[in-house]
């Protein structure tokens, strides 16, 4: 059992540093994929990488790796991280905790001249979020091979700027192809985004699972009018089919599996006029549950409520699922060390399911996996507001630290 510490000093300073890159006045942080304050964090973060003697190498999606040798070069490596991409106006913990929390541990290492057997590679994986470019985890996706290369980088932003232009813009196409190396066993720590650790009054949960998604597009076409003179029966109005399947989406959460939860979180109408009838609206529909067959079941009865809705107002319809992503175990081997390793920290913990997607799901499917949670105050996320104690982040990256090793030694 390690008695080494992380530094939690130079830790915090290095979080704040970090966080004054597209800090907003809120509080929280505005980096969005291949922004330009994505890119300065992307700098900040090769230049610690190299400080601390990482090996850089970045690849042709974007993603960040920095290796520390261990003894055994033929090893396959211990690989852990997250993201530092965030939603618009989003926290500063989403991602970045397990990224700096990565350095924290590489650092811990070496301050305390630990040799690992296998060697470690730290990781900040690009486009996590999906806000500004869909589908989200698009670079742990192209890692994991689930999504092409050519796909990715034709996905464009609302402006039309493909993936692959904003990535050559900022300078972060790597030469590296991105595509899975044998990895002996991923591990990610993160906040947990929702309100059951902080519930439970531990600061440390082993993640069993993560939900399954869907992810849908919606266009409503139905044609602009006057507001006043058109009778009602003559309406072909977008956006009162949309609200039918908002009142859809409710009845469907709340008949079809206690932990299946449905948003409608981006809605654009056009001409989006106080006296106009909208002719065109564009929505968004993200269906989650445990359950794979849940998630199914709620996707299709959806979709038969939008297609319904469309009859009844007489519009065009289209809808496109743009994402769906299984439901999945961790593995038991990494939350069994997780859980290990928090025992040996002294931090009491609880396993839990994650809501959230992460990198985590996709390297799931290539490497035995495993995640750290820490508890986020009120369970807030993706909001400027999002906050998480200190003690708790320190507890995480010291259940990291001790995972890390127990993994990377012989
Ligand atoms: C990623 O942030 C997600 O949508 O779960
Ligand atoms: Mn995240
Ligand atoms: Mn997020």
């Not at 994929?33 to 090769?46: E, F, I, M, Q």
């Not at 769906?324 to 069994?336: H, I, K, L, S």
């Not at 995640?371 to 320190?394: K, L, Q």
């Amino acid at each position: 059992m390690s008695t080494t510490s992380i530094d939690r000093d130079r830790f915090r300073e290095r979080f704040d540093e970090f966080n004054q890159i597209g800090a907003t006045d809120a509080g929280g942080v505005n980096r969005p994929a291949l922004s330009n304050a994505n890119k300065a964090a992307r700098d900040k973060l090769v230049e610690w990488f190299r400080t601390v003697g990482l090996d850089v190498r970045i690849d042709e999606i974007g993603n960040i790796f920095g290796r520390r040798e261990g003894s055994n070069p033929d090893a396959e490596p211990v690989m852990f991280g997250s993201h530092v991409d965030s939603q618009y106006n989003g926290g500063r913990y989403d991602g970045v905790v397990g990224v700096l929390g990565a350095l924290e541990v590489i650092e811990t290492f070496d301050d305390a001249d630990i040799e690992t057997d296998r060697p470690l590679e730290i990781v900040a994986w690009s486009n996590e979020e999906g806000v500004r470019f869909q589908p989200d985890m698009l670079g742990s996706g192209v890692y994991a091979g689930v999504f092409d290369l050519e796909y990715a980088y034709g996905r464009t932003d609302d402006n039309g700027n493909t993936f692959r232009e904003e990535l050559e813009r900022i300078g972060y196409r790597g030469e590296t192809p991105c595509e899975a190396d044998d990895v002996h066993c991923y591990l990610e720590l993160h906040v947990e985004q929702g309100p059951y650790l902080e519930e439970a009054g531990v600061s440390v949960g082993v993640v069993e699972d993560v939900f399954g998604f869907s992810w849908l597009n919606v266009t409503f076409e139905g044609q602009a009018n006057h507001a006043g003179p058109t009778p009602m029966h003559m309406r072909r109005d977008a956006f009162a089919a949309t609200t039918d399947v908002a009142a859809a989406v409710r009845e469907v959460t709340a008949t079809e599996g206690a932990d299946l939860v449905g948003t409608i979180g981006s809605v654009e109408v056009h001409p989006n006029a106080i006296n106009v009838i909208p002719e065109r609206v564009e929505f968004t529909v993200d269906l989650r549950s445990s359950d794979n067959a849940v998630v199914d079941t709620a996707v299709d009865r959806v979709r038969e409520e939008i297609e319904w809705a469309a009859d009844r107002e007489g519009l065009e319809c289209d809808c496109e699922e743009i994402m769906r992503v299984d439901a999945d175990q961790f593995d038991e081997g990494c939350r069994d060390t997780i859980a290990e390793a928090a025992v040996d920290a002294g931090y009491e913990y609880t396993r839990l399911s994650s809501g959230a997607g992460h990198d985590a799901n996709y390297l799931n499917e290539i490497a035995p996996t495993g995640m750290i949670f820490v508890p986020s105050v009120d369970g807030i996320s993706h909001r400027e507001s999002e906050y998480t104690e200190w003690d708790d982040i320190v507890a995480g990256t010291e259940v990291l630290f001790r995972a890390v090793e127990k993994r990377a030694s012989r």
